[in-house]
């Protein structure tokens, strides 16, 4: 089983590039979440979604926007790439009120 | 505001010893609970989870916690570690009505031979 899978692993980019962080799962879950992990911050959530075609703010969004055109797909972008943005980028997914089943992250490093 | 915390950043015991990890939370109703295991490089791997019932929960790998409202705490515990425990481990609370998730800090767990 391939559960939440992430595109791709790793990227680096320089300040003020663009890119698109891709999330998969073929659990037919309806909640789906971004969250960022930094050191002695624990995660941190970006966005969220309730559902396709949904999205919601969660407590860091600044400088990121997301999409959910499919159920098994939550895209999380990066409009103009701030060194503050270097992270490590999860992406989870689940039913309302179960456990996340998350992806082995994408690590992001902002020159 | 709902909030987790995770009193100790690190912590080392030696292998075979008894281990447990403080997780304290904030939460205004009766809170979805959840511990989380990160070993490096990779994705977090649910341990154990509190949704209602029964107020000591077990999880894998040996581990289990223990739900007490009045301390509004959610410790996790085993009895005798392994070598390959060591990774950071996570508290985290549930809201109601979206699914999302407040993490702690984490606490780095360090095994000695």
């Known amino acids: 089983n391939a559960g939440v899978t992430q595109t791709p692993k790793f990227r680096v980019l320089k300040t003020g590039q663009s890119m698109t962080l891709l999330c998969a799962q073929d659990m037919n879950h309806e909640y789906m979440y971004w969250y960022r992990q930094d050191p002695g911050m624990g995660l941190r959530l970006i966005h969220y979604?309730?559902?396709?075609?949904?999205?919601a703010k969660g407590e860091v969004p600044d400088g990121y926007n997301v999409s959910r055109l499919k159920k098994q797909n939550f895209l999380l972008g990066l409009e103009s790439a701030a060194p503050s943005q270097t992270s490590v980028y999860f992406c989870?997914?689940?039913?309302?009120?179960?456990?996340?089943?998350f992806g082995d992250g994408t690590r992001l490093s902002i020159l | 505001a709902q909030s987790v915390t995770q009193p100790d950043i690190h912590i080392t015991v030696s292998e075979g010893a008894s281990l447990e990890l403080r997780c304290n939370y904030s939460?205004?109703?009766?809170?979805?609970l959840f511990w989380y295991v990160q070993s490096p490089g990779q994705g977090l791997q649910l341990l154990l989870k509190?949704?209602?019932?029964?107020?000591l929960v077990q999880g894998i790998k040996g581990f289990e916690a223990e739900f007490k409202r009045s301390q509004s705490s959610f410790n996790l515990r085993k009895p005798s570690v392994h070598w390959s425990d060591a990774a950071e481990y996570f508290c985290?609370?549930?809201?109601?009505?979206?699914?999302?998730?407040?993490f702690g800090q984490g606490t780095t767990l360090q095994v000695k031979p």
């Open positions: 979604s309730v559902g396709e075609g949904t999205t």
């Open positions: 509190y949704f209602s019932g029964d107020t």
């Open positions: 989870a997914s689940s039913e309302l009120n179960q456990p996340q089943h």
């Open positions: 985290a609370v549930g809201s109601g009505n979206t699914g999302k998730l407040i």
């Open positions: 939460y205004g109703a009766t809170p979805y």
